[in-house]
């Protein structure tokens, strides 16, 4: 199991196809699969307005009702159609996050950069709704934007 | 008033009157539909309906010229232009497409039309035209700006400085650029005539002080909604300078943590003497102690806006709305649930339009207790008698809900349904949604507006061509086989105005079986359908009143004349009757044929 510890902060490389466009059944992301890849991503379904559109991403998380300081987001293991919950606030950075995830799925899991075709790769749904590699940004920087873990073969990527 | 076309000829004799008795007697005749009307009467009623008309509405800023215009209706004082199709609203037409402004400002100053209103949706606006709108027409007095673009607090600013009696000014939705400057300082201290102001979707910091000020000097004012840099204490101090003339609030404002107690307590004291309150929107960025303060009169309230409280949880929304016995418009998030839909049921029994939301695009919450499904559609259907417009973003439906709603609901003008993901049918069935829609336009004798969804076969297109007489616009998406559907309602909806198809398997046969179809109509939009570029070109060729348009999917260039290949899908297609041709001002990424 690999570390990560470069925290590039360079943007989403477009050429790259993104996870979403193999793994959209597997997800209950609304994302419906349109005639372009960059359609999908001009985000013109549901059709609400942008100013509805950007109140609804600005939201801060109301999943926790009760204490102030919890993350819990799903985590799928590709293949596997029973998710797990995870607080995220538990971690102190990427390296305990995916030590406990490799325990959870008894698997072992990486951060993009270091992949091969022997590891999982851990993935993460962001605020915009695309699924990026987890790893690229600072921990605190990650944990305000992502919404939900995947955990994906390593061809995928 | 139909009857204005079969009057018999002895009706000459009201020409016996004096010209001003024809035109008094036309003053009571408001709707354009009826003028319109009324001019095809006779040459001699047309010249008077021409020089006394005083409000204009230009659907389409494309169809007819700024010139015409002006030629025809020499003495207007409100106009109402609207710009991009409906589906600019949802990121499918490019922002430069046009809709532009700036021509239609030049051609009024320069005709020396004495402007008075303005109202605006879907156009593009610069900073240039707000200052010549500002300079040039002395009795302006209210603007509209409606999912507008183009323009920055500069342009603000001019129409702050410049409009001496403005009553009205109105943001909704629009996009501008935010430079922070004080346009709100620039409303000379001679300004007191504000009634209207909403700068709700402003982005930036505003001068409180400004604010305050002017407040304070607009002794009629009744509309105040302010965006989210105005504070709770500020809020409450701009409360209580105008508590008892105020009828339409916005409240916009950062919630602290824990709001300190005095400010909050102001707040109370401002709302208290609210009396004349009767519609609340905002709550952006607000907790739900902020709209718990709102309680003691919330039995006064007829509108509630909340489709932006996203930052409130649905057991207050219920708590709320639960208050509000006389409510006649509520818009709101999903995240009221099925339960709170049946609280809205039972209390407000005055309910007239209701929109639902969605709140949860990525489906990220435990959706088992909140989101809506056709169990609240069905509860508020059953306990709502005066529902006539519902817009209903849902994440499952059925037939039998639809029938029933349709059974309960008659009276429905507007019925927009959206189930968020597309081709979903009915889930406890599995079939198509064919049944429901047919029960709906079979039972609503008078739906004029309709939007589609779910798993729909060409089945619902027969049932609305069949039953649908009095629809005049009509949304669908992701939905038919073949292009009998599209034919079946271009050939039955008699009054259809506005056609809007997006990701639907209609083409060439259907968009030209009958041409002669689109000069009733304003405009048909089709995006991701089956029309190619050939099919579009015969239209062109065989329609020449109309514009078509192809949007192309690469913004960047226009198509290449070498690349053009008949049998190519067209990605956007956007026609409409026009009678001044082609226009000069398309971008690149628009091919005109």
């Known amino acids: ?157 | 008033m139909n009857r204005a076309t079969k009057l018999r000829p002895s009706t000459s004799e009201m020409n016996y009157f004096p010209d001003e008795v024809i035109e008094h007697i036309f003053d009571f005749v408001a709707s354009h539909r009826d003028r319109n009307s009324i001019s095809l009467v006779n040459k001699s009623w047309h010249k008077i309906e021409r020089y006394s008309r005083r409000q204009v509405f230009i659907g389409n800023c494309y169809a007819i010229s700024p010139e015409r215009l002006i030629r025809r209706f020499p003495c207007l004082r409100s106009l109402t232009l609207k710009g991009k199709p409906h589906f600019a609203d949802f990121n499918l037409v490019p922002h430069e497409w046009g809709g532009f402004l700036h021509p239609w400002i030049d051609a009024l100053a320069k005709g020396r039309v004495k402007l008075e209103e303005l109202r605006l949706k879907r156009m593009v606006v610069s900073d240039e035209s707000l200052e010549l709108l500002s300079r040039s027409f002395v009795g302006f007095k209210s603007l509209v700006l409606v999912s507008c673009d183009g323009f920055t607090t500069d342009g603000l600013a001019s129409i702050a400085a410049n409009c001496r009696n403005l009553r009205e000014l109105d943001l909704q939705e629009n996009e501008i650029d935010d430079h922070r400057g004080q346009w709100l300082n620039c409303f000379p201290d001679t300004c007191t005539t504000l009634v209207s102001l909403n700068f709700a979707c402003l982005k930036g910091e505003i001068n409180l002080s400004a604010l305050e000020r002017l407040v304070a000097r607009s002794p009629n004012l009744k509309s105040l909604k302010v965006n989210r840099a105005v504070p709770l204490d500020a809020l409450a101090r701009l409360m209580s300078c105008c508590a008892s003339q105020l009828v339409d609030l916005g409240v916009g404002c950062y919630e602290n943590n824990e709001p300190e107690p005095e400010s909050f307590a102001k707040l109370l004291f401002a709302i208290a003497k609210c009396t004349s309150l009767r519609s609340l929107s905002g709550f952006s960025e607000v907790g739900q102690l902020c709209l718990t303060a709102f309680i003691p009169i919330s039995a006064n309230l007829t509108s509630l806006n909340l489709s932006y409280a996203a930052e409130i949880q649905g057991n207050h929304l219920i708590k709320f709305v639960h208050f509000c016995k006389r409510l006649q418009r509520l818009w709101i998030l999903d995240s009221i649930g099925d339960k709170g839909l049946e609280v809205v049921a039972s209390s407000c029994k005055e309910l007239q339009e209701l929109r639902v939301f969605p709140s949860d695009l990525h489906d990220e919450e435990d959706n088992n207790n909140t989101a809506v499904t056709e169990v609240g559609l069905v509860a508020i259907s059953a306990g709502c008698p005066k529902l006539h417009s519902i817009l209903y973003f849902c994440k499952q439906m059925t037939n039998a809900a639809l029938i029933t709603v349709a059974k309960n609901c008659p009276n429905f003008i507007r019925f927009r349904l959206c189930i968020l993901e597309p081709n979903k049918p009915d889930h406890i069935t599995s079939q198509s949604l064919d049944e429901g829609f047919g029960a709906i336009v079979q039972a609503c004798k008078g739906l004029r507006r309709l939007s589609v969804s779910g798993l729909l076969t060409d089945k619902v297109f027969l049932y609305i061509g069949m039953y649908a007489e009095q629809l005049e616009m009509l949304s669908i998406a992701f939905a038919g086989d073949t292009d009998k559907g599209m034919l079946d309602v271009l050939n039955g909806c008699k009054k259809l105005r506005k056609l809007e198809i997006r990701d639907s398997p209609f083409g060439n046969a259907a968009l030209l079986a009958d041409v002669g179809k689109y000069e009733t109509m304003r405009s048909l939009w089709m995006s991701s359908c089956e029309v190619t570029l050939g099919g579009c070109k015969r239209l062109a060729r065989n329609a020449p009143w109309l514009n078509v348009e192809i949007i192309n999917e690469n913004e960047s260039g226009r198509m290449e004349r070498n690349e053009e290949d008949e049998r190519e899908k067209v990605d956007r297609l956007y026609l409409y009757r026009t009678v001044v041709g082609t226009r000069k001002d398309a971008p690149p990424c628009v091919t005109i044929l």
Request: proline share 6%; with cysteine; hydrophobic share 30%.
């Open chain 1, 1 to 157: 199991m690999e570390i990560c510890n470069s925290y590039s902060s360079s943007s989403v490389d477009s050429t790259n196809p993104s996870p979403s466009e193999y793994s959209v059944n597997l997800s209950l992301s609304l994302t419906f699969p349109s005639t372009s890849p960059q359609r999908a991503r001009k985000q013109d379904w549901p059709p609400i307005k942008p100013r509805l559109r950007d109140t609804l991403k600005g939201r801060r998380r109301l999943l926790q009702r009760d204490y102030d300081t919890c993350l819990f987001v799903k985590v799928y293991m590709e293949g596997v159609p029973i998710g797990r919950k995870l607080d995220l606030s538990t971690f102190s950075g990427y390296e305990s996050l995916l030590e406990n995830l490799s325990h959870m799925f008894n698997t072992s899991i990486i951060c993009g950069n270091h992949r091969d075709r022997k590891h999982h790769v851990l993935t993460y749904q962001d605020t915009d709704g695309d699924w990026m590699m987890v790893g690229d940004i600072p921990w605190e920087m990650f944990l305000e934007t992502v919404r939900r873990l995947k955990i994906t073969k390593p061809e995928r990527c």
